[in-house]
Nanobody
Framework: VQLQASGGGLVQAGGSLRLSCVAH??????MGWFRQAPGKEREFVAA????????RYADSVKGRFTISKDVAKNTVYLQMDSLKPEDTAVYYC????????????????????WGQGTQVTVSS
């Protein structure tokens, strides 16, 4: 799956950004976001089922970030509010074949395809 992410940028603490990622390959997939800060491992942020009827969030972003999917456009969005300096990272869009018999995974190895990263910088 070809994934193209956009929407990163520089914002002050407390501000908002919205990331977008479109899957150019035909088909319907579960999609999500991971992030990687300098010197740290890539970590799960949020994911959404292919039908937009289920989501999962990392504890660190619950209540501040909202993931959603436009099924018709095969596009996933990550609305990020109340941003903190610790949210600074490169954000990566990802996708996987959906499996409704399993919980939405948070393990990086459960995801197959990756887009290019988009930088999010939150200044204090």
């Amino acid at each position: 799956v070809q994934l193209q992410a956009s929407g990163g940028g520089l914002v002050q603490a407390g501000g908002s950004l919205r990331l977008s990622c479109v899957a150019h390959t035909a088909g319907s997939y579960a999609m999500g976001w991971f992030r990687q800060a300098p010197g740290k491992e890539r970590e799960f942020v949020a994911a959404v089922r292919r039908d937009n009827r289920g989501t999962r969030y990392a504890d660190s972003v619950k209540g501040r970030f909202t993931i959603s999917k436009d099924v018709a456009k095969n596009t996933v969005y990550l609305q990020m509010d109340s941003l903190k300096p610790e949210d600074t990272a490169v954000y990566y869009c990802t996708s996987k074949t959906e499996n409704f018999n399993r919980p939405i995974p948070t393990n990086i190895y459960d995801y197959r395809d990756w887009g290019q990263g988009t930088q999010v910088t939150v200044s204090s």
